[in-house]
């Protein structure tokens, strides 16, 4: 038996297509820099995100995206994106993406894996 497939959007169906094409253009024709951006691509729709943002009830959060509750809730925002780095690092491919209080505006963004 095989894996399940989780449900994915044509979108990211799409996206990985387009990211195996752009991995196979680039080895074919030996462009490091296009294999690596195929392959990003192609493990975009793989990639968990976490997002910091100011929590209403005072203090900083930390949450997936598309979760409905908080990972964890901080009194500072710099233990929150500590503690959202932290996560990321151990589910990668990940996406971190820090918000600045407003909760419009992205602050930091940084990738790993």
């Given amino acids: 038996m ?9 979108e990211e169906a799409l996206e990985k297509a387009a990211g195996r094409l752009g991995e196979a253009a680039g080895k074919v024709s030996g462009d490091k820099s296009l ?25 900083w ?5 598309g979760a409905s509750r908080a990972s964890s809730v901080h009194r500072t925002k710099a233990e929150a994106v500590a503690a959202a780095k932290e996560k990321a690092r151990n589910q990668a491919p990940s996406q971190l993406l820090v918000y600045k209080k407003d909760g419009l505006s992205v602050q930091e963004e940084k990738t790993y894996g």
């Fill in 35 to 59: 294999e690596a951006e195929g392959r990003a691509t192609r493990r975009k729709g793989e990639r968990k995100t976490y997002l910091v943002r100011a929590h209403a009830d005072g203090g």
């Fill in 61 to 65: 959060k930390v949450q997936a995206e």
């Fill in 2 to 10: 095989g894996k399940k497939k989780r449900g994915s959007s044509p």
